[in-house]
């Protein structure tokens, strides 16, 4: 697999083994590591390790079914699987994402409030 980061992008450096993470899993093209700043009782982040944004993506529905697949291993092995848990994708500056690496949150262990 070819190597595609981009220069100060924290989930490049987390994915080159740069910047400490805490894994729940990984294979050759995707991380779940889990969230920093949990927003809920489990936050799981599920990150392709190149660097892409949704709307880079040219009609690669395999790899997002791919990384939604991962989501629920994710939920699975957080013991979330039954219960409930919300995946999120935050795209853009309007929905408050940071940088546009694209990742999945992946969210629950508690009941989780309406919003979106």
Known sequence: M???RQEGCIFCRIADGKLPATYIFQDEEIMAIENIHPEAKVHVLVIPKNHIALNEINDSEEFLGKLMLK??????????QDSGY???INTGKDARADFEHLH????????LGNRL
């Not at 989501?71 to 957080?78: G, L, T, Y």
């Not at 999945?104 to 009941?111: A, D, F, N, P, Y």
């Open 104 to 111: 999945l949150h992946v969210l629950g262990g508690e009941r």
């Open 86 to 88: 919300r995946i999120v």
């Open 71 to 80: 989501a629920r291993e994710a939920a699975k092995i957080k013991g979330i």
């Open 2 to 4: 070819e190597k595609i």
